[in-house]
């Protein structure tokens, strides 16, 4: 029987993608006689996107062997419970996106139903209060989740603000610690087989040369394999998200850093601030249709409250996805891949989805076409289902004060997301996918938030007496108020288990 396996893995580009791809694939295929080897010039640069994740990443590292306190030590982390969206409604007014529930379902009706019924009989409560995430963030407070809470109540999730470089240095250990092999060089030439198309090998500026079967590209918005090499075409969603640039700096930390990510709403965009253990992350991400490089700059820099540590830089984005993914005998990965914006955090979340794809699509040296189409597929959905959630957040903005406000209400929503929006706002129904990142707790939050809220209320509440529902919403409350009164400051947390230690040098 004819050995038809892939032997020879070759990863373009390091990076946070390039390094979290050769980490968690040499560690699926450990044993086995799949080699990797990891392209990347020390002269190039990277974009360093992903300083604030999600939940998904602690999985992601813990696969690998690695303890949370162990990343948040190498990486100079912080704890984020979530997101805190400032001026996005109206200038002045603030609510907070959590990782975890709201409320308690009762026999069988979600929460938010009895949420509204107990508003429309005239006690108006911030939703926040019933999340255990958003009252802990909104404190400043942090305390590990409960391996087997009581209740729902106590239901939240958490996740990591990181040095993006230190976490990329940090997978690039473990990845070479079992096995990787890294080459420093520049890629001259892309050349491909002149039957299939596929790509053969590469022509390194060494003056060597590096074949394999299958190519993972980690080459950014370049897209050296996927793009430059097979021309596979780019699908551009501007027309929807209007934000296409980026001002990036880093500011030195001052005061105790809060346990969840600020994104400010600004005249053409909206500003980011993460918190680190030794520094800040901020940027402008804005629409150049609405305001010039120049202007931006100088919104951004009048906005940041700290010393700047370097001149800000650019970058450039066009969002969308490529058309295909995989193609051929490449599979992009990261920015190659496509690139919606900062917002939500999402950038290393889809470089998780797409690692694990490759995992469970894995090709031999056929390359089975239904294998590349399902692939693609996924991505695709995937995409677009983080596409609709991130454009909900413009569309249902109430600010009105700038062009680009008023410009994000009046975009044409995707049939995908108006759909979910007709559902939500007639019947208070959430949409749940197979491939989605984002579930409804997250979908709940985002609606209350910017006061977009059902017409009706569940008709199973008819019966019930509005007046019985402010009691038992009440001790909701208490018990997530009395757990959060309880709970360290987000910086005691930090101090206690938290201090950087000093990477090895690689």
């Not at 346990?259 to 709403?265: E, F, G, Q």
């Not at 294998?371 to 995409?383: C, G, Q, T, V, Y």
Request: hydrophobic share 40%.
């Amino acid at each position: 029987m004819r050995d038809n396996r892939i032997r020879k893995l070759v990863i373009v580009g390091g990076g946070t993608a390039g390094w979290m791809a050769a980490a968690a694939l040499r560690r699926h295929f450990q044993g086995g006689p799949l080699e990797i080897t990891l392209v990347e010039s020390s002269e190039i640069g990277t974009i360093g996107v992903g300083e604030a994740t999600i939940p998904t990443i602690r999985g992601f590292y813990q696969q690998l062997g690695l303890t949370d306190i162990e990343v948040m030590q190498a990486t100079q982390a912080t704890c984020k419970l979530g997101i805190r969206f400032d001026g996005w409604v109206r200038p002045g007014q603030a609510f907070i996106h959590p990782f975890g529930l709201f409320g308690q379902d009762l026999r069988g009706t979600p929460f938010h139903h009895y949420w509204r019924k107990l508003a429309q009989a005239g006690e108006v409560t911030d939703i926040a209060d019933y999340s255990l995430g958003a009252s802990l963030a909104r404190a400043g407070k942090f305390m590990a989740p409960q391996r087997n809470p009581s209740s729902p109540l106590g239901i939240f999730d958490w996740a990591l603000h990181f040095d993006a470089s230190l976490f990329a240095q940090l997978m690039r250990r473990v990845a070479q610690d079992n096995g990787v092999r890294r080459i420093d060089a520049k890629i001259t030439k892309v050349n491909l087989d002149a039957e299939t198309g596929h790509v053969a090998s590469l022509d390194l500026d060494t003056g060597a040369s590096l074949d394999g079967d299958l190519f993972i590209d980690c080459s950014g918005f370049r897209g050296l394999l996927i793009e430059e090499a097979l021309q596979t075409g780019y699908e551009s969603w501007s027309d929807t998200l209007l934000c296409d640039r980026a001002w990036a700096v880093q500011s030195e930390g001052q005061g105790e850093p809060p346990p969840y990510t600020d994104v400010t709403a600004q005249s053409a965009g909206w500003r980011w601030r993460i918190p680190l253990q030794h520094r800040y992350g901020n940027g402008y991400v804005f629409s150049s249709r609405h305001i010039s490089e120049e202007d931006a700059l100088a919104e951004l820099k009048a906005a940041v409250p700290d010393p700047l540590l370097h001149e800000p830089r650019l970058i450039r984005f066009n969002p969308g996805r490529r058309k295909q993914a995989w193609n051929r005998n490449v599979i992009a990965l990261g920015l190659s891949s496509g690139f919606l914006e900062p917002l939500e955090s999402t950038s290393i979340a889809l470089i998780e989805t797409g690692i694990e794809k490759i995992k469970a699509l894995f090709p031999d040296r056929d390359f089975a076409p239904e294998l590349a189409d399902e692939f693609n597929d996924w991505s695709k959905r995937e995409m677009e289902r983080v596409r609709d959630f991130i454009i909900l957040h413009y569309w249902a903005n109430k600010r009105g004060d700038t062009v680009f406000w008023r410009d994000c209400n009046a975009v044409t929503l995707p049939d995908t997301l108006q759909q979910k929006v007709d559902l939500w706002t007639r019947r208070g129904h959430f949409i749940r996918y197979r491939w989605e990142m984002f579930h409804p707790a997250s979908w709940l939050a985002i609606y209350a938030g910017f006061e977009l809220l059902p017409e009706t209320i569940d008709p199973s509440l008819d019966g019930i007496d509005p007046q019985t529902l402010s009691a038992p919403l009440a001790e909701m409350r208490k018990a997530i108020a009395e757990v959060v009164a309880s709970a360290p400051p987000h910086g005691v947390f930090l101090e206690q288990y938290c201090r950087p230690v000093a990477m090895a040098a690689q």
